[in-house]
């Protein structure tokens, strides 16, 4: 049977790689499948072609189009899944490993297309609230974002061939960023179909994504300083990386998540009839079985204290020993090969290391059963859990990872000696703990943050709905310090930032206001004879304003929202003996004055563009408000946000936030500051 080359994706045009490459097998059968190649490829040229084709693109179109560009991809591609599957099988994995993979993957896009509504409707992000940088507020600084000019080089792993390649592309395309693609060879067959499917669709610019299935030696040569290179695999690979001379010379964004030795710790408060034993057990078998144990963040370390180690070893014995290993297609199997055979090879070479130190109370290497495939030709293995009697010593097991299905129950006496041994992996992505207790959780979560990206918390409250010790989530940050890499990836919008560069900005309100397009206090506002709520979504501007006319403010006023509200705190009473109090007699409401503001600032006289009241954000009273006082409101276009429609039915319309400043007589200070939002029609 002939081999099938796989197609590297350059410069706009599939290109074959050469049959003389690496070979790739199938991990069930042993079947030489496919060969992996890059000969030909101009790495330079790629680099050249996604920073100048690709990043202009990207970089013409606004974050909310970046977002909706994503989730009409992940659309696409849930159509396209079940073709994803069937190759998926190839590499060894169950329908549920390969559904973490595909669908975890694409579930990546459609929560990055959902973050867009965090942005502004830019090509920029503008962070954070500007600052006061002067006693007059003539000078102000502020911060904004760009997306960097450069590529993101992804040198992705070989156990997520999709998710890998996913959650990566998800966050650096709504940054605006184009990318090449290097995913581990030995598993690349799978992100090549999916890949094919991604340009097929014609959804994404041009130069947006590139593809390398064969060996992507030397590009690292060509890197520039406006580049992001991203790796995920082993620390010790990463480490090289990491050292590049170009990388270093051009202060290359350089972002390491690698394979670290995670724990799960069992509480001191954890009995055998609870169920967070129970929790516990079925999280630790299933970080050790789901992809054959071939995930950077499965459970290495099982710290248990040391009174129920038997419990722990006989009821996790029981669960995996029942997992049936075999031919993923085959109902019933529960876990399959390892990727290849030189994987598995390289995992039972670590595990004889281990052995030297400790002994193997769960599984076998020899004997086990595997269904549907012969065990000598697949990659398969059986499941090995290991116990290390003294852990402080004997150190094998905090320093060597076996990739595969294997890890060591650990005891311990004390919460701070199982804290001390999940620090002793030197940094890992996560650690999990099943405790009822919630000083045991807070106890060994400060105590063990310093070493970890991530720490979950098991016990029966979140059970049903938690994601579980190895599923990183795109709203979080994934990474972790030391062994970990000391990166960080996804985390929602810090993730996206990765690709921006932060540029801090001074100068008047105005220019400001003018540069971000967003409104800055203290700049001009644009006065016309047209009251703003009469504008449409589309014909309003940032910085349109309306002063009101004043409102003068008596103590019946007072007496009688109180009444309304029910509101009679001691100081919007006028028989209050204010006395040793902050006020000099009766005050108004905060809520009065907001409430007065509305009624100053509102058009209300007849139908506008104003659908409702969204909200208000910010609101803070500033300055005690007396009666005989009169107020009034500057009213200002602060910030647009378009809303999707979401079927022909639905009215377009987008969010407006406006700035309300509330003012007595003397003008400053101010009295009351709010943002209002409103949804206005387009």
């Given at each position: 049977m002939s081999l099938i080359a796989l197609e590297n994706y350059a410069e706009g045009k599939w290109v074959a790689g050469s049959t003389a490459s690496e070979t790739l097998f199938n991990a069930i059968t042993g079947e030489a499948i496919y060969t992996a190649g890059s000969n030909g490829l101009d790495f330079d040229a790629m680099m050249k072609y996604a920073r100048s084709k690709g990043g202009r693109a990207l970089r013409k179109m606004t974050f909310h189009e970046r977002g909706r560009m994503l989730k009409a991809l992940a659309m696409h591609l849930m159509t396209k899944k079940e073709v994803f599957y069937k190759i998926s099988a190839m590499t060894g994995a169950t329908r549920i490993d390969s559904w973490v993979d595909i669908e975890g993957g694409i579930g990546n896009l459609f929560t990055n297309a959902s973050l867009r509504k965090n942005f502004q409707d830019e090509r920029y992000y503008v962070d954070g609230a500007a600052i006061k940088l002067s006693k007059n507020n003539t000078f102000i600084g502020h911060h904004i974002m760009m997306p960097l000019e450069g590529v993101a080089i992804h040198i992705n792993a070989f156990n997520f061939p999709v998710w890998g390649m996913l959650e990566k592309i998800a966050v650096n395309l709504l940054a605006g960023v184009p990318a090449i693609v290097k995913p581990a060879s030995i598993t690349s067959y799978l992100t090549e179909v999916v890949f094919k499917e991604i340009i097929a669709s014609n959804i994404l610019p041009e130069g947006s994504l590139q593809l390398i299935c064969g060996s992507a030696r030397g590009i690292l040569d060509f890197v520039k300083n406006q580049d992001i290179v991203t790796f995920t695999g082993s620390a010790e690979t990463g480490k090289k990386l990491k050292a590049h001379p170009k990388l270093v010379e051009e202060a290359v964004h350089f972002n390491m998540e690698a394979d670290s030795l995670n724990c799960s710790v069992l509480g001191t408060d954890v009995t055998t009839e609870m169920s967070e034993f129970d929790l516990f057990i079925k999280e630790v078998a299933r970080e050790i079985t789901t992809k054959a144990g071939q995930?950077?963040?499965?459970?290495?370390?099982?710290?248990?204290?040391?009174?129920?180690?038997?419990?722990?070893?006989?009821?996790?014995?029981?669960?995996?020993?029942?997992?049936?290993?075999?031919?993923?297609?085959?109902?019933?199997?529960?876990?399959?090969?390892?990727?290849?055979?030189?994987?598995?090879?390289?995992?039972?070479?670590?595990?004889?290391?281990?052995?030297?130190?400790?002994?193997?109370?769960?599984?076998?290497?020899?004997?086990?059963?595997?269904?549907?495939?012969?065990?000598?030709?697949?990659?398969?293995?059986?499941?090995?859990?290991?116990?290390?009697?003294?852990?402080?010593?004997?150190?094998?097991?905090?320093?060597?990872?076996?990739?595969?299905?294997?890890?060591?129950?650990?005891?311990?006496?004390?919460?701070?000696?199982?804290?001390?041994?999940?620090?002793?992996?030197?940094?890992?992505?996560?650690?999990s703990i099943a405790t009822a207790d919630t000083k045991v959780a807070r106890d060994f979560t400060i105590g063990?943050?310093?070493?970890?990206?991530?720490?979950?918390?098991?016990?029966?409250?979140?059970?049903?709905?938690?994601?579980?010790?190895g599923s990183p989530m795109p709203m979080l940050i994934h990474g972790g310090p030391g062994r970990a890499g000391g990166g960080e990836e996804m985390g929602g919008m810090r993730g996206v930032m990765h690709y921006l560069q932060r540029t801090a900005i001074q100068g008047s309100p105005t220019m400001i206001s003018a540069i971000t397009n967003v409104y800055q206090q203290g700049g001009k506002g644009t006065i016309e004879d047209i009251h703003p709520f009469k504008k449409t979504f589309d014909e309003l501007n940032i910085g349109d304003q309306i002063i009101t006319d004043k409102r003068l403010i008596t103590s019946e006023d007072i007496d009688r929202f109180a009444d309304l509200s029910g509101d009679h705190f001691y100081a919007h009473m006028k028989d209050t003996n204010f006395d040793g109090t902050m006020f000099t007699h009766q005050v108004a409401h905060g809520y009065f004055i907001m409430s007065v503001a509305a009624g100053l600032f509102v058009d209300s006289y007849d139908m506008n563009p104003v659908l409702l009241n969204y909200g208000i954000d910010e609101l803070r009273f500033t300055k005690p408000v007396y009666p005989g006082t009169n107020v009034y409101v500057r009213f200002t276009c602060k910030e647009k946000v378009p809303s999707d429609t979401r079927d022909e039915n639905d009215i377009p319309k987008g969010?407006?936030?406006?700035?309300?400043?509330?003012?007595?007589?003397?003008?400053?200070?101010?009295?009351?500051?709010?943002?209002?939002?409103?949804?206005?029609?387009?």
């Open positions: 995930k950077c963040t499965a459970i290495r370390r099982i710290i248990v204290p040391e009174n129920m180690v038997d419990d722990v070893t006989i009821a996790l014995g029981k669960r995996i020993m029942s997992t049936t290993i075999g031919d993923p297609s085959i109902e019933g199997v529960r876990m399959g090969p390892l990727a290849g055979i030189s994987q598995r090879n390289d995992v039972m070479d670590k595990v004889h290391e281990l052995m030297k130190t400790q002994e193997i109370v769960i599984g076998d290497l020899e004997n086990f059963e595997v269904t549907g495939a012969d065990k000598n030709k697949g990659a398969f293995m059986s499941p090995i859990v290991f116990f290390n009697d003294n852990p402080f010593e004997k150190l094998a097991c905090h320093e060597i990872e076996a990739f595969g299905p294997v890890s060591t129950i650990i005891p311990y006496k004390e919460l701070g000696d199982a804290i001390e041994l999940a620090k002793m992996g030197k940094g890992s992505l996560v650690c063990a943050s310093n070493m970890h990206g991530r720490i979950m918390i098991i016990n029966n409250e979140s059970a049903k709905e938690s994601t579980g010790h969010i407006v936030k406006w700035l309300v400043e509330i003012l007595d007589e003397t003008d400053e200070p101010l009295v009351g500051l709010a943002t209002i939002l409103t949804m206005v029609k387009k």
